[in-house]
């Protein structure tokens, strides 16, 4: 039967729908902060290279990248609800997979899984609001919802933190099972299915390019920190990978309903927003990863009092997304995330300066001052995508922008990743030359890039192990440096961009909340 949403899901059901959503979005944006602090546990445990930790955290990222936009495509054909009950029973699966790993490549494997569960998840959860609420309920609805993904990513360190020190790395994972079945539970007795009658086909050819050439991308990057950036695996993975992203571009433009409409790259404004999203994660939230290995295995804290330092980051970020919400209709959004971007680019500055009697006290006014940046980035970056094209393209203008963080996030945990590892091997063959461990460096590079600096020093001969030491905890503090001297460039630099390219006059719409999928005059609603 076909009615208008409004008039047929009654009033309790439309909440039921929020509160639904809303925690299966938690769960899903939890995982991408929670596991950060629980990487040297996950180490220890599986005696995993830090390649094998990047992929821990890329793999999750590449498959929600690939997958978000034709997840929304199918969610329009088939039902959303039913995409996204589907997508919530392959996070739960995920989840359970990963708190069961037995090796480090398993759980990477499952991680996968987790991120194909969560593009449906997110890629169905503002089509779903936007179709059950209108009017002052409909602001309720994405106020709730925002305020949703702020406190996920948080709580996520801490949380993570508690759980990996009092219980285990494994209960990370599996405490999303609960709370996921309840989700799934919500959804399939309490929301309604509703689907958009003129959707086109999903594009099967953007979908394999696209995810093809991310894939071997971050291959190439991860390898390339173990192998150098000139051995065969390396440059046959990148130049694959540059072949099929062309062919992705050519595929675009070619076909009648792409994934992604390349026309959109004409308002400056909406390019600035995803140079924004790739930049935001490929600067702060990449670094993050390395800054929690050095507050756990050089400076000797535990998983939850990691979490706890690293709320100067998220406590300061929540409260500046909150300041910068009720300035948004005031301010140029040029205004707000040039200048954002500026001031995370001096937070990653004061994080630098790292020395080998530094303390962890060294990293707060960086950490504060970062949050302040990334709390003005985020609220107004969703305007750069839907507020520049028309109501009909708000849902892929939404999605793009989405992937592009995932991009960044993948790229640039696996860039700075093979920067330090080789950063780390060049300084300590210096550091040991004419030392009895200098025939070892390789070795040693590999185990101090993967956090086991502590376990390096105990292994060693008691002669050499004052020399060693000094070695092995300068060249990591070296390495943190110069990976986030290259953040904080990159930070500048698309902020540069911003301010240039964003415009006032390309935003088209006012007035949508932010990401809201807006279709043809009717929607397809069925029962529950």
């Known amino acids: 039967m076909t009615v208008q949403a409004e008039t047929r899901i009654p009033e309790t059901g439309r909440w039921w729908t929020l509160v639904a959503v809303c925690t299966g979005v938690f769960m899903l944006l939890l995982d991408v902060t929670i596991v950060n602090v629980a990487l040297p546990d996950i180490q220890r445990q599986f005696d ?16 929600l990248a690939a997958l978000l936009l034709t997840a929304g495509s199918l969610a329009d054909i088939y039902g959303r609800r039913k995409v996204f009950v589907i997508g919530t029973a392959l996070f739960t699966l995920g989840s359970l997979l990963c708190g069961l790993a037995p090796s480090i490549e398993f759980l990477a494997i499952a991680r996968a899984g987790q991120g194909i569960g969560g593009a449906a998840m ?15 309920d409909r602001g309720v609805a994405f106020g709730a919802f925002g305020a949703t993904t702020g406190v996920a990513v948080a709580i996520g360190p801490v949380l993570g933190g508690i759980l990996t020190s009092g219980l285990s790395w494994r209960w990370i994972f599996f405490v999303n099972l609960p709370i996921c079945l309840v989700a799934m539970f919500i959804s399939m007795t309490r929301v309604e299915e509703s689907r958009n009658p003129y959707a086109g086909r999903p594009d099967w050819i953007g979908f394999v390019t696209f995810s093809s050439a991310l894939g071997l991308l971050v291959y190439g990057l991860i390898e390339a920190g173990k192998d ?13 990978a540059a072949v099929l992203m062309a062919a992705f571009v050519v595929s675009q433009l070619r076909q009648q309903d792409p994934m992604f409409d390349l026309a959109l790259l004409r308002k400056p404004t909406f390019t600035a927003g995803l140079l924004a999203a790739f930049g935001v994660s490929a600067s702060i939230f990449s670094l993050l990863t390395y800054i929690v290995i050095y507050l756990q295995n050089v400076l000797g804290y535990s998983a939850v009092e990691t979490g706890l330092r690293l709320l100067f980051l998220s406590a300061a970020a929540f409260l500046a997304s909150a300041i910068t919400g009720r300035f948004m209709d005031h301010v140029p959004t040029r205004w707000l995330i040039g200048p954002g971007f500026l001031v995370l680019g001096v937070g990653l500055l004061l994080v630098i300066g790292i020395d080998t009697g530094s303390s962890w006290t060294h990293l707060i006014p960086g950490l504060i001052v970062s949050g302040i940046g990334v709390g003005m980035i985020n609220p107004p970056l969703v305007s750069t995508a839907v507020g520049v094209v028309a109501p009909a393209r708000a849902g892929m203008a939404s999605g793009v922008n989405s992937t592009f963080r995932q991009v960044g996030i993948a790229t640039g945990i696996a860039a700075l990743g093979s920067i330090f590892s080789h950063q780390v091997a060049a300084d300590l063959q210096d550091k040991l030359a004419g030392t009895p461990a200098a025939g070892q460096s390789g070795r040693i590079a590999e185990a101090v890039t993967g956090g086991q600096v502590a376990a390096v020093i105990e292994q060693a001969p008691a002669g050499v192990r004052p020399t060693l030491a000094d070695a092995a905890t300068s060249s990591f503090v070296e390495a943190l440096n110069h990976i986030g001297l290259i953040a904080a460039v990159l930070a500048f630099a698309v902020g540069a ?20 999928t807006v279709e043809e005059p009717e929607e397809v609603v069925t029962g529950a």
């Open 122 to 136: 997110f890629a169905t959860s503002l089509a779903i609001l936007g179709t059950t609420y209108t009017g002052k």
């Open 497 to 516: 961009l911003c301010l240039v390219l964003i415009r006032q006059q390309d935003f088209v719409q006012h007035g949508a909340p932010s990401g809201t």
């Open 228 to 240: 150098g950036w000139g051995h065969s695996t390396v440059v046959t993975s990148l130049v694959a």
């Open 48 to 63: 995993a290279s830090l390649s094998g930790l990047q992929w821990v955290i890329d793999a999750y990222a590449l498959s």
